[in-house]
């Protein structure tokens, strides 16, 4: 019979593994409404997830009054040191996302992250021949570490370092938010696994990726579950939230409501899945044109409201890119596409309530629209 002896060694391992779980499948119940970084994000959760799972049954067949546990206590020491580097390349991969925003990269860069791994499991590999090096479990069903152990975690930790000073030569991508979810998963977790390399006995590796997944789930990946499920455009309810945090800020800015114009006419003569697509083939256009830093958003049916954090009037240079990516948009349609703008630049010469600065914008949407002509190609 298995003992359970060693189990208040690792009560917050386990709790931490739950918690994971929890998260995990909250999330993947969310799948459908979900953006490519809340899928990286998943996956970093599950690989903590993967690697706590190992390191606690290791512990818990680590058990000295049963010797018939010794092979068990190997392979899940085995297994646990084949993934609990796996977390390092997940949380970079979606640290690279979160900046760059560029999936093909993402994909590409993802086998550059995983150095660290390949390294780690080459000390498992050699531990098979050489045992000891790595780690080593004695006649008495005791574990020890070996050199290898401290090797990988510097080398993790110096491998991370690098690329994410890498990623600090790109300060246009990173904003605030950004910054705050690099340093909770780089501090957190290189915090628990110093101390768990410096103090045998203590776990503290995974429920320090933990405690920072969580966070990074409270600064990020919540706003994201909120998105619009058709575009995947952030929600009308986070934009006035943005927008109230500009205003009181005074930090100067660019407000800009946009209309699809001839919109019903698409949806009756074409169809309402055509009309569809064509509300997520403008959502992907405004993105393009904006930094990583703006916020586009769906403010409701054929409507979006842009903010573009630029401390300069640059609403008309956006309009213009967009306008001209809806040109080469249209001629690969059997309609045209075009828009209509209201925009607002915002440098707190005159003072604005989050609805009267959507009033504004609207109002001047709604004069551009009558005032072009809308071209109609059928």
């Known amino acids: 019979m298995i003992s359970v002896n060693n189990i208040n060694y690792c009560d917050l391992l386990l709790f931490s593994v739950f918690l994971n779980l929890i998260m995990y499948f909250f999330l993947y119940r969310q799948k459908a409404i979900q953006s ?6 998943r996956s970093f959760i599950l690989s903590v997830a993967i690697a706590g799972f190992f390191e606690v049954f290791s512990w ?13 206590n ?13 977390p390092v390349a997940m949380g970079l991969r979606y640290l690279d996302f979160l900046i760059f925003a560029s999936k093909g990269k993402n994909k590409k860069r993802f086998y550059l992250y995983l150095i660290p791994v390949y390294v780690n499991l080459g000390f498992v590999l050699c531990n098979l021949v050489w045992d000891g090096l790595l780690f080593s479990i004695d006649s008495a069903n005791v574990y020890h570490r070996g050199i290898g152990v401290y090797i990988g975690n ?3 930790i110096l491998f991370a370092s690098a690329v994410i000073i890498g990623f600090f030569r790109n300060k246009q991508m990173i904003t605030g938010r950004i910054t705050q979810i690099i340093l909770t998963l780089i501090l957190l977790p290189v915090l628990g696994t110093v101390l768990q390399t410096l103090f045998y006995g203590l776990s503290l590796g995974i429920p320090a990726y933990t405690l920072a997944l969580f966070i990074t789930f409270l600064l990020m990946e919540r706003c994201e579950l909120q998105k619009d499920p058709l575009t995947l455009l952030n929600s009308r309810i986070q934009m006035e939230s943005r927008l109230q945090y500009k205003l009181k800020s005074q930090e100067p800015f660019t407000a800009i409501m946009i209309d699809v114009d001839g919109f019903k006419h698409i949806n009756d003569e074409y169809g309402h899945t055509t009309g569809d697509i064509v509300l997520k083939d403008v959502s992907k256009i405004l993105l393009s044109g904006a930094n990583y830093e703006d916020f586009v958003c769906r403010f409701g049916g054929d409507e979006f409201f842009v903010i573009l954090e630029s401390p300069q009037d640059i609403g008309q240079s956006y309009i213009r890119r967009i306008d001209q990516v809806l040109r080469e948009y249209s001629a690969r349609q059997p309609f045209a596409t075009t828009l209509s703008y209201g925009a607002v630049y915002v440098d707190n010469s005159e003072r604005y309530q989050v609805e009267d600065l959507i009033r504004t914008t609207d109002l001047l949407m709604y004069q551009n629209k009558l005032s072009r002509k809308q071209p109609c190609k059928l």
Do not use: E, Q
Request: overall charge negative; glycine content about 0%.
């Open 36 to 41: 490519y970084s809340t899928k990286l994000y």
């Open 60 to 72: 818990i067949f680590a058990d000295t009054d049963n010797t018939a546990l010794i092979p068990l």
């Open 74 to 86: 190997y392979i899940c020491n085995l297994l646990f040191f084949s993934c609990n580097i796996l």
């Open 154 to 156: 510097v080398f993790a």
